[in-house]
């Protein structure tokens, strides 16, 4: 399955690997196109939509900017609690394994979060995970 919404997307697409094809079938509808297709065969959408959501998806994702993410987590404070939960718990598992963290200012998951959601791009000694290299073995 291709799960982004890269420009190159077909509206068919062969998986030589898994032998699958995938049809795209709206993949040129417009907005306008999507909801004049809804309203004439009475399909509901999520409400959120009618809440002024423009973008339906996990609590916190990043495709949706950092906008988006601190709206949600103002909607939903539980989520940024738990958020900040598991970056701790991602922060105790790097340092019980013998790994630093490399170059970063992450103390706690607050600090974490503060890095998820801020409108900084790149902080002092941020890598990519493409890189790999924010541990240090």
Not at 7 to 25: G, K, L, Q, W, Y
Not at 51 to 63: E, L
Not at 74 to 81: D, G, M, N
Not at 123 to 132: I, R, S, V, W
Request: charged fraction near 25%.
């Amino acid at each position: 399955m291709n799960f982004d919404n890269a420009d190159s997307r077909r509206a068919v697409e062969h998986c030589f690997r898994t032998t699958s094809t995938m049809i795209n079938p709206i993949l040129n509808w417009t907005e306008d196109d999507v909801w004049e297709f809804l309203h004439h065969y009475g399909c509901e959408s999520n409400p959120l939509y009618q809440c002024g959501s423009k973008r339906i998806g996990c609590i916190g994702c990043p495709m949706q900017g950092k906008k988006g993410m601190r709206r949600d987590f103002r909607i939903y404070p539980k989520y940024y609690h738990n958020y900040i939960r598991a970056f701790d718990k991602m922060l105790e598992e790097i340092l019980d394994s013998g790994k630093t963290i490399k170059n970063l200012s992450w103390r706690s998951g607050e600090d974490v979060m503060h890095w998820w959601i801020s409108d900084v791009m790149t902080l002092q000694g941020q890598t990519t995970f493409d890189g790999f290299d924010i541990l240090d073995v």
